[in-house]
């Protein structure tokens, strides 16, 4: 399977604190993408970074792209309690793969 | 979500019966895509279309179909449901392959 993984698996933090995930894919990559699920809900596209950047910025998302180690992050800065949810890296090799996901937890 | 709808949104049915679901777009988006979605995998791949008639496999395709005869329309069927096709289903679409994709709110079929 050409599956990406995430780590960690879960993630749980206060309020106004940063949260970092991260993502391991198996291909070369045209483009990664982020995106975030809330409980019941579909997939809502959050940002893309195409192979040939290494960081980018949305707001309180930063992204960094590593090709030579098939990883990439995402950091949520100042965490709120909307921003619980699960969140699922995204990328295009021979066809359109997710990660397993990361599931935040920010506490009030 | 993004002029996507999915229906239904849940259905129970007995192993052995034939399933369809109904993915349908009001942004004229040429690719759309079909996921399932159970715990410890994330999202997977089933099939995808890039064109009205023009369809091809995904990751884990085994034991379904799809059609597309409009661009607005994407079918996937489950000809003989089994336990094992439990989960929950998304539609996607895209302007382009490489393109972000927009999710349906999602359909949960249970299969018992």
């Known amino acids: 399977s050409q599956q990406g993984e995430e780590d960690p698996q879960a993630l749980s933090i206060q309020e106004g604190e940063n949260a970092t995930m991260n993502c391991s894919y198996k291909?070369?990559?045209?483009?990664l993408q982020w995106y975030r699920q809330n409980s019941g809900r579909g997939l809502v596209h959050l940002i893309l970074?195409?192979?040939?950047?290494r960081e980018k910025h949305s707001g309180r998302l930063r992204v960094t792209l590593d090709t030579s180690k098939k990883s990439s992050s995402l950091l949520i800065t100042a965490s709120r309690a909307a921003d619980t949810a699960s969140y699922f890296c995204?990328?295009?090799?021979?066809?359109?793969?997710f990660g397993t996901g990361t599931s935040l937890t920010v506490i009030p | 979500d993004a002029g996507i709808t999915q229906s239904p949104r849940h259905k129970v049915t007995e192993t052995g019966t034939p399933v369809t679901l109904r993915c349908h777009q009001t942004?004229?988006?040429?690719?759309m895509y079909w996921y399932r979605q159970d715990p410890g995998h994330g999202l997977r791949l089933i099939h995808y279309s890039y064109g009205v008639k023009d369809t091809d496999k995904g990751e884990v395709s085994d034991g379904y179909s799809v059609s597309r005869s409009k661009t607005e329309d994407f079918l996937l069927t489950l000809e003989s449901a089994t336990s094992s096709q439990t989960s929950v289903y998304f539609c996607?679409?895209?302007?382009?392959?490489?393109?972000?994709?927009?999710f349906g709110p999602g359909t949960r079929l249970t299969v018992l």
């Open positions: 291909t070369s990559i045209n483009n």
């Open positions: 942004e004229n988006h040429r690719y």
């Open positions: 995204g990328y295009t090799g021979n066809q359109f793969y």
């Open positions: 970074i195409r192979s040939n950047e």
């Open positions: 996607a679409i895209s302007e382009a392959s490489l393109d972000t994709q927009y």
